[in-house]
């Protein structure tokens, strides 16, 4: 077994592509469109979804935005340098909500984004992403 994808519904699929691929890099997998139940789906990631996880975008027709609740935590992501990383998130118009430091209780190091919807992600130091307490 493996994971195949996350789901997250967005309020705006052009924005979110944008996001994902022009902010954090990611390459635009695939998309599709299901007029007669009204959504349009699409896929997000670093490599082919036959050997990666990968993020499934999905836009349900006039659906602006969403209430994540209290269960959701976050979607991590291994970088090499977290602060170089939060620093061009900032120039591309990504929102940093915690810059670069050490986890708390530990020594790892990590940072907050937050996607154009609200969502969180991790930023994780890739050399100590085995040992993230995050």
């Known amino acids: 077994m493996r994971i195949l994808h996350t789901m997250i519904r967005v309020g705006d699929l052009n924005r979110s592509i944008d996001f994902y691929t022009k902010v954090l890099g990611m390459q635009l997998l695939r998309t599709d469109e299901n007029p007669e139940y009204g959504y349009s789906l699409a896929f997000v ?3 082919r979804e036959q050997h990666d996880a990968v993020i499934e975008l999905t836009y349900n027709w006039g659906v602006d935005h969403y209430d994540h609740g209290n269960a959701f935590g976050h ?15 900032k120039k591309a118009g990504g929102k940093v909500t915690r810059e670069a430091g050490p986890v708390k209780g530990g020594t790892t190091i990590i940072a907050f984004i937050e996607d154009p919807d609200g969502y969180k992600i991790e930023l994780i130091q890739n050399n100590q992403a085995n040992n993230a307490l995050g």
């Open 45 to 47: 990631g670093y490599g």
């Open 75 to 89: 979607i991590a992501l291994g970088v090499d340098d977290v602060a170089m990383t939060c620093t061009s998130i």
